[in-house]
């Protein structure tokens, strides 16, 4: 019995070396080099958002960041007032009213104000440089109560600044969730 089992395990590492040293030649030319290295192999890549679509979670994509944007009119009614001066010193200082219509109260209200001259030109702050202002208002604002910037606040500073633009506004519920999107209003110096 021991020799029968000593040849079974002779044969196996034999037949295991053979097969390990076994190789099989192929030619592979140079275009064929070329090709090889131009390929992609795109099997290990992440699927795109474009490809498979966003998944919104407080209003923030979990694959790639983006942030869902929407009509903020639908959250926040038309102004109540809005308009601009231009203090002694060049100070850009807004006053702006507007409902909160979103049915939901709102802790935080970032307001986006872009500078613009009489001709549509980006007027950039005198100090930052920038031609636009987030201004966060702190709530909590119920439904249908005003979110209300009055008139004292310097936004920026800037002599020829003639209309003053409302691109975005961005809130954040007492719920924990978020929505950012265009608001589009305007308003001019005179």
Not at 94 to 114: D, E, L, M, Q, W
Not at 130 to 135: E, S
Request: charged residues 25%; contains cysteine; hydrophobic residues 35%.
């Amino acid at each position: 019995m021991k020799k029968v089992l000593f040849l079974l395990i002779t044969f196996m590492l034999s037949f295991c070396l053979f097969l390990c040293s076994c190789s099989i030649e192929s030619k592979v030319d140079d275009n064929d080099v070329e090709k090889i290295a131009n390929d992609e192999d795109t099997s290990l890549q992440e699927s795109s958002c474009d490809e498979v679509g966003h998944e919104f979670i407080n209003g923030v994509c979990t694959r790639c960041g983006e942030v869902n944007k929407i009509d903020m009119n639908q959250r926040v009614g038309k102004p109540l007032d809005f308009n601009f001066s231009i203090n002694s010193a060049g100070g850009i200082c807004p006053y702006f009213r507007a409902k909160n219509i979103s049915g939901k109260t709102v802790k935080y209200c970032s307001i986006t104000f872009n500078f613009e001259n009489s001709v549509g030109d980006p007027v950039y702050d005198d100090i930052r440089g920038k031609d636009f202002m987030v201004i966060r208002l702190t709530g909590p604002f119920n439904s249908n109560e005003e979110f209300a910037i009055n008139g004292d606040l310097v936004i920026g500073y800037g002599q020829t600044c003639y209309k003053l633009y409302i691109s975005d506004i961005a809130l954040e519920y007492m719920d924990g969730t978020e929505e950012t999107g265009n608001y589009g209003w305007y308003c001019t110096l005179y």
